[in-house]
């Protein structure tokens, strides 16, 4: 993951612009329906510019996720921070967070979870990025509930992981009220 990374921090305007291009396309008709000809013509570049940034489209992915994975992060402990004060809170909050993201966005799933069902190779670069955010989120839940005096917050963090990852497949069908009924699952456990 680190040199994708450093891909990140090296890249031209012109390799921004496939990134966002990218980001944009693969969020919105998967990864695979997604070719490096269409990429590269709605960023305005050829091939070889998409190429020459990235080496292949697998680190294109990648960085793609790289980058939504420090977006995420950024907006969700920025929200928290604003909107609660307390650990118990924070960890609620959490939930409220993921409402506001999947208001304030054009919801289509989690995109950590869609790409991670595009991607069966284990070796895949992309791959290892997903299950590095699932692992930051379960830490995250783990120190808000060390925070909080949670008796067992390891046991905390991972179903309040699993609520957070239901409510996101299921808030992404036809159930918008997913997010409420997992937060008052997580006050049930936290015994708030």
Request: charged residues 25%; aromatic residues 10%; proline residues 4%.
């Amino acid at each position: 993951m680190g040199d994708v990374v450093g891909t990140l921090e090296k890249l031209t305007p012109a390799g921004r612009k496939v990134l966002d291009v990218a980001a944009e396309l693969f969020y919105r008709q998967g990864i695979h329906a997604v070719g490096v000809e269409a990429i590269a013509s709605d960023a305005g570049v050829t091939k070889k510019t998409l190429y020459s940034c990235f080496g292949s489209k697998d680190r294109l992915v990648a960085a793609y996720l790289v980058e939504r994975d420090r977006r995420w992060r950024r907006w969700l402990q920025d929200w928290v921070a604003e909107h609660a004060s307390g650990p118990r809170e924070q960890l609620l909050a959490t939930f409220d967070a993921l409402g506001a993201w999947m208001e304030r966005e054009d919801f289509r799933g989690c995109g950590f979870v869609n790409a991670l069902a595009e991607i069966p190779e284990p070796d895949h670069p992309g791959r290892s990025v997903v299950l590095e955010q699932k692992r930051w989120m379960r830490d995250y839940f783990e120190r808000l509930a060390s925070d909080a005096g949670v008796a067992d917050p390891a046991g905390l963090a991972e179903s309040a992981l699993l609520l957070y990852e239901g409510a996101t497949v299921v808030a992404s069908t036809e159930f918008p009220w997913a997010v409420e009924r997992a937060r008052r699952a997580a006050a049930a456990l936290l015994g708030a």
